[in-house]
């Protein structure tokens, strides 16, 4: 047997071996999306809970505000829509995109309670009140950093999916570019 016999087969073992190579990590890339939604998603859990704690704290308080508490009551429910669709799929690109408009508009609604909080004199008699607010801030700067570990994680996976000769695979099996937030 001559040594050019073997070419093919050895060919054709490395192409095996890369593609399994690639395909673990894609799958690697991806499940590392997953993970990291999972920190944010846990931390919209959170900050959902608290702002269910201060509307109802506030609604005897600033009876008035109604408008104000029932649209952060709507965009805290479509967000947490959003995220239930997200958590079936992190990488995914509908439903990311649904939750960052969901989260924008929770954004909007979340600082028009708390300027009227801060702006609220009434209010300096509820310490319970401040608490909440200040817990909240906390959350809410915790969600920022893990919403920019969760981009991150969309920024290299879509990289792979990206480059050549990952793009191959990427489309072979299925790998589609992620959205971030």
Same mark, same amino acid.
């Given at each position: #047997?001559?040594s ?5 087969? &050895? &060919?054709?073992? #490395?192409l095996?071996?890369? +593609?399994?190579? +690639?395909?673990?990590? #894609? #799958?690697?890339?991806?499940? =590392? ?6 920190q944010?998603? +846990?931390?919209?859990t959170?900050?959902?809970q608290?702002? =269910? ?5 506030l ?7 109604? !408008?104000?508490?029932? !649209?952060?009551e709507n965009?805290?429910?479509? $967000?947490?829509? $959003? ?10 690109a509908?439903p990311v995109?649904a &939750?960052?408009v969901? =989260? $924008?508009?929770? =954004? ?6 708390m ?6 004199g ?5 310490p ?16 920022? *950093?893990?919403?920019?570990?969760f981009?991150? !994680?969309? +920024? ?5 999916v990206?480059? *050549?000769?990952t793009?191959l ?7 589609g570019? $992620?959205?971030? &937030?």
């Amino acid at each position: #047997m001559t040594s050019w016999s073997w070419t093919p087969w &050895l &060919l054709a073992a #490395m192409l095996f071996f890369w +593609g399994v190579g +690639g395909y673990n990590r #894609m #799958m690697r890339l991806r499940n =590392a999306i997953g993970t990291a939604y999972g920190q944010l998603d +846990g931390l919209l859990t959170q900050r959902a809970q608290l702002c =269910a704690r201060l509307l109802e704290q506030l609604r005897p308080l600033l009876q008035n505000e109604q !408008a104000t508490f029932d !649209a952060l009551e709507n965009a805290q429910g479509e $967000a947490q829509s $959003a995220a239930n669709a997200v958590r079936a799929k992190p990488y995914a690109a509908d439903p990311v995109a649904a &939750l960052a408009v969901a =989260a $924008a508009v929770h =954004a909007a609604a979340l600082t028009r309670l708390m300027s009227l909080v801060e702006h609220h004199g009434a209010l300096a008699e509820h310490p319970e009140v401040f608490a909440l607010v200040d817990e909240l801030k906390m959350v809410e700067r915790q969600r920022a *950093f893990a919403r920019q570990v969760f981009n991150q !994680a969309v +920024g290299v996976y879509n990289e792979a999916v990206q480059q *050549f000769p990952t793009r191959l695979l990427a489309s072979f099996f299925g790998f589609g570019e $992620a959205r971030s &937030l």
